[in-house]
């Protein structure tokens, strides 16, 4: 039972267009969310994070959208850079701190 | 600031071997936690360590991982025996604190069962 789902395992986007990667969750417990980046060889880093009583949180280039009657959220990459190249997690967290990942979506940003 | 730093970075043993890894998270951090990333999937929390008492370790399959964070500072994850399907990374993170916290991940630690 995976409560934490990214549906697209990959995802290509010409640089300087936006790229919309999905997620979705399933345990309505869930109450913060936050998405991670990681490129090979290294460990996940943070890249933004969203609380339920939002629906925006804008970073820069980066925003999250959370839309908690369809349990659905998005990040948002505008405009998309080469060096954005890296696979993206969405991870989901309630009160008692334990995050549960996605399987993660692998972004290629083509020059 | 240092990070999260583990060792080692790769490992390689046969089935039935033992294994352990280390990890020294960031300096102040209450929160050290464990995950089991195996190829395509998300990180998979193996067990939660709050300073140094355990919050959450129900998906650690108990009857060959341990793992200890002494002090509350340095942990150690420990496989034995090792199976076939344990091959993965190993990611350690550490946090501030508990709820709604970044968590800070180590490079990992690649292994490989023969």
């Known amino acids: 039972d995976q409560q934490v789902k990214q549906n697209s395992p990959s995802l290509s986007v010409q640089e300087g267009r936006i790229s919309i990667l999905n997620c979705d969750y399933t345990?309505?417990?869930?109450?913060?969310f936050l998405w991670y980046k990681k490129y090979p060889a290294e460990g996940p880093t943070f890249l933004i994070s969203i609380s339920s009583i939002k629906d925006k949180n804008e970073d820069g280039r980066f925003t999250v959208f959370l839309n908690k009657s369809a349990k659905h959220l998005s990040l948002h990459i505008v405009p998309s850079q080469p060096g954005d190249s890296a696979v993206y997690f969405c991870a989901a967290s309630s009160n008692a701190g334990k995050s549960t990942f996605g399987d993660g979506t692998t972004l290629t940003v083509k020059p | 600031e240092a990070g999260v730093a583990q060792s080692p970075r790769y490992k390689i043993i046969e089935k039935r071997q033992s294994v352990a890894f280390w990890c020294n998270p960031i300096?102040?951090?209450?929160?050290l936690y464990w995950y089991q990333q195996i190829l395509g999937q998300g990180p998979k929390l193996l067990i939660q360590f709050q300073n140094n008492g355990v919050v959450d370790d129900s998906q650690l399959p108990k009857d060959r991982f341990s793992a200890e964070r002494l002090k509350g500072v340095d942990s150690t994850l420990k496989i034995q025996p090792a199976k076939l399907e344990d091959s993965a990374v190993y990611l350690c993170?550490?946090?501030?604190?508990?709820?709604?916290?970044?968590?800070?991940f180590g490079a990992g630690t690649r292994l490989s069962v023969l």
């Open positions: 993170a550490s946090s501030l604190g508990a709820a709604k916290n970044i968590q800070y």
């Open positions: 300096s102040g951090h209450a929160t």
């Open positions: 345990n309505s417990m869930f109450d913060y």
